[in-house]
């Protein structure tokens, strides 16, 4: 695909100071602030992080009680995945769907601004339980899992609860509304010439993406409107004790928590194909199977929710439909895993930084592919639900897969969005501390899991100490060599080499975006391009 593309070599007049960061519509503005405010919550949650690996660096408690303990594993999750993991995917699909698609801007902007001061609101308010304690209000953020799966530890917990249920509404709203802007963005507003099998496949991941927060989203707001009536206005939806049924929380939640995984992750998977094409100089490998492979993946995540719930006593029947039916999603994420792997073979590979941490991402998150493949057994789920086995599983596909990608995704396209080169030399330093930091953090935790330690425990007999002082050693150096990658932004943005429109000009990236000057002008495609 070649374009000629027609834009405004200037940048035309715009709002300054803080009046246009707080009501801009302009998505390259509202891009930097969806993946700026995920880098500060990426550090509160990787903070929360560290505090509880102190306390499991040894045998006994030393700093925390157990409740704090879980509150702490509790809203770390939580703020990872809906204040991090979220936003960062959602800031690049602002600022790059239009510029990747020749559009203006997004189809719906103030829907837009709202959609994001929508989120700093909503992880204040997810933290505010530990805020409330310093005036002696309440007991807490909530402490059930970011599953919730203990629901009665939801039915009886404080303020913290009630917080994360406004929590959800609010996030509901903003992502529901963000994913129409999407969907009808991508399919109204795509420069002439432009089929849909034209698009970017980062542009085709967020179009799956966007309706699977459409259908699921609402699915979890109403589950927890059900366990707000339950609380306070005498219902029994999940209260056993008044008929109610707390395995029904379960089945409500993950269908859409195992959505869940796919609205981080195909935002991942479809930016990683340019970059490999990039540095290994070969147009993009398996381009429709893809494709197909996203909408597979995006439909079959629908109807395996279950796989979460062996223990719970569902019938022998529907154990079974539930093992074959997640088991039978390795076939599309396997087509994509050998797209990648066919896009790397005989590459003229360089290593630059995005490189590294893209290769990082297909071995860490097909290491989390494989060991997904074997939970949902039944026999091997019997062993190890709930014990640490499941904590790097899922930390291999989250992390050091969708949170490597965008790594791989931000030092590609910083130079693009600041018109600075950043460090190459300090990035490569960045790149190999996180990498051993995050395999060792998470490989003594499979050997946890498989002699039996139990997870959201803040104490653990003498005989998982070595492993666990392993683990907490190397989340420290992981979570601080993260203080690299922050400097390397903030450098970038204030200086360095000045890069040309292509930014990679040995390696001639393709896509719209690179026909734009760096960093682009503030209004773009104000005359649409045409693809030819």
């Known amino acids: 695909m070649s374009a000629i593309s027609i834009h405004d070599d200037h940048h035309h007049d715009h709002p300054t100071g803080i009046k246009r960061w707080l009501s801009t519509t302009n998505h390259k503005d509202l891009g930097t602030l969806y993946m700026s405010a995920a880098l500060i919550f990426f550090f509160v949650g990787g903070a929360m992080a560290l505090t509880f690996r102190a306390e499991l660096f040894q045998p006994g408690l030393q700093f925390l009680n157990p409740a704090l303990f879980n509150q702490l594993v509790t809203v770390h999750a939580l703020v990872m995945v809906f204040a991090a993991a979220m936003p960062v995917a959602t800031g690049f699909n602002n600022y790059l769907i239009p510029l990747m698609i020749g559009a203006p801007d997004m189809a719906l902007p103030r829907v837009n601004n709202w959609g994001f001061w929508i989120l700093p609101l909503s992880a204040v308010l997810l933290v505010s339980g530990f805020i409330l304690t310093l005036f002696g209000i309440g007991d807490g953020a909530p402490g059930g899992g970011w599953t919730n799966h203990n629901i009665s530890l939801s039915m009886q917990g404080g303020i913290g609860t009630d917080m994360l249920i406004v929590v959800v509404h609010l996030l509901g709203i903003s992502s529901v509304t963000g994913a129409i802007n999407v969907i009808v963005t991508v399919l109204n507003m795509r420069a002439p010439g432009m089929t849909l099998m034209k698009m970017p496949l980062f542009v085709w991941s967020w179009l799956v993406t966007s309706v699977l927060v459409i259908i699921v989203m609402p699915v979890f707001s109403a589950a927890v409107t059900m366990l707000l009536t339950d609380r306070h ?27 869940e995984v796919y609205i981080v992750l195909l935002p991942a998977w479809g930016i990683i194909p340019n970059i490999l094409a990039t540095f290994t100089n070969k147009p993009v490998y398996g381009y429709k199977m893809q494709v197909f492979g996203f909408w597979g993946i995006g439909i079959l995540g629908h109807i395996v929710w279950a796989h979460h719930m062996l223990t719970s006593g569902m019938p022998l029947e529907a154990e079974l439909y539930f093992m074959y039916a997640t088991m039978s999603i390795s076939i599309p994420t396997g087509v994509l895993a050998f797209c990648w792997v066919g896009q790397v073979w005989k590459g003229a590979m360089t290593f630059e930084t995005p490189m590294l941490f893209a290769l990082a991402f297909v071995f860490q998150f097909g290491w989390g592919g494989v060991t997904g493949l074997i939970m949902p057994d039944i026999a091997v789920n019997a062993q190890y639900h709930n014990t640490y086995v499941v904590v790097p599983h899922f930390h291999y596909t ?135």
């Open 398 to 532: 989250f992390l050091g897969g969708a949170i490597f990608a965008f790594m791989a995704a931000g030092y590609y396209y910083l130079p693009k969005f600041t018109g600075h080169m950043y460090d190459e030399k300090l990035s490569k330093v960045h790149f190999w501390l996180s990498a051993i930091g995050f395999n060792m953090t998470f490989i003594p935790q499979f050997f946890l899991g498989f002699a039996g330690m139990p997870r959201h425990y803040a104490d653990y007999p003498l005989q998982f100490a070595d492993f666990n002082m392993l683990s907490s050693t190397f989340a420290y150096v992981y979570g601080l060599s993260q203080l690299i990658f922050a400097y390397i932004v903030i450098k970038c943005v204030r200086e360095g080499r000045k890069v040309s429109d292509k930014v990679w000009d040995d390696h001639n990236p393709e896509g719209l975006e690179w026909t734009l000057p760096s960093p682009p002008p503030y209004h773009t495609f104000d005359h649409p391009p045409v693809i030819k």
């Open 233 to 259: 206005f005498g219902t029994n939806f999940f209260n056993a004790a008044g008929g109610g049924d707390p395995v029904l929380w379960q089945h409500v939640f993950w269908f859409f928590g195992h959505p």
